[in-house]
């Protein structure tokens, strides 16, 4: 059981490429989310989905966006890094309702420069 | 507006202690609380759920307890071991718009 899977694991960027983060799981899980760490800051919500084809903003969805084709599958696209941009980003997943908990994937460290 | 945080930032101890994280969130409208446990470089793995109607959780040496009168959870950590080195967040679930809210974490360091 892979759980959550993100790929790349660490990427470089120059500032005004783009690239798109992956994360899959086989959980069969309904919601997924993208997160960013920062240091010292905790983790931010950028965007989420609570289903195949429903995706939604969360706190900081700006230079992002996401979407949602299948259940398995919630891809994060950086159009035109820049440097703000350089993070931890995480992507989980969880089953329906208010009682599920959280799965996290291991994370892409992206710097760009 | 949902705002969780987490004293002290960061905490060392001698191996053998016994240790309490805490977690305050400030709006006692959570489905449930959930603690993580993040090691360094790596992602988040989650060592404990609590459900808004419950009261606490354990799995082995860790207790999680959960007041949402009061806006606080704290994780206990019995006999602490030089293994127990991490970062530990806590998350709050809210009602709306199905969010958790991460708190900014505690660093441990329990010392050999």
């Known amino acids: 059981n892979a759980g959550v899977t993100q790929t790349p694991k660490f990427r470089i960027l120059k500032i005004g490429q783009s690239m798109t983060l992956q994360c899959t799981q086989d959980?069969?899980?309904?919601?997924m989310y993208w997160y960013r760490q920062d240091p010292g800051m905790g983790l931010k919500l950028i965007y989420y989905?609570?289903?195949?084809?429903?995706?939604d903003k969360g706190e900081v969805p700006n230079g992002y966006n996401v979407s949602r084709s299948t259940t398995e599958d919630f891809p994060l696209r950086l159009e035109l890094a820049a440097p703000s941009q350089t993070s931890v980003y995480f992507c989980a997943s969880s089953y329906w309702g208010p009682d599920s908990g959280y799965t996290f994937g291991s994370g892409t460290r992206l710097t760009v420069v | 507006k949902q705002e969780v945080t987490q004293i002290p930032a960061a905490l060392s101890v001698p191996e053998g202690e016994n240790l309490v994280l805490n977690c305050s969130f400030t709006d006692s409208a959570i489905y449930n609380l959930q603690w993580f446990r993040q090691d360094p470089g790596k992602g988040l793995t989650s060592l404990l759920l609590?459900?808004?109607?419950?009261r606490e959780q354990t799995s082995g040496r860790l207790n999680a307890s959960l007041d949402k009168s009061s806006g606080r959870s704290t994780l206990y950590i019995a006999a602490s071991q030089p293994g127990d080195s991490a970062t530990y967040l806590c998350?709050?679930?809210?009602?709306?718009?199905?969010?958790?809210?991460f708190g900014p974490g505690t660093s441990l360091s329990v010392i050999p």
């Open positions: 989905s609570v289903g195949a084809g429903i995706t």
């Open positions: 959980m069969n899980h309904n919601y």
């Open positions: 998350a709050a679930r809210a009602p709306y718009y199905d969010k958790v809210i």
């Open positions: 609590i459900q808004s109607s419950q």
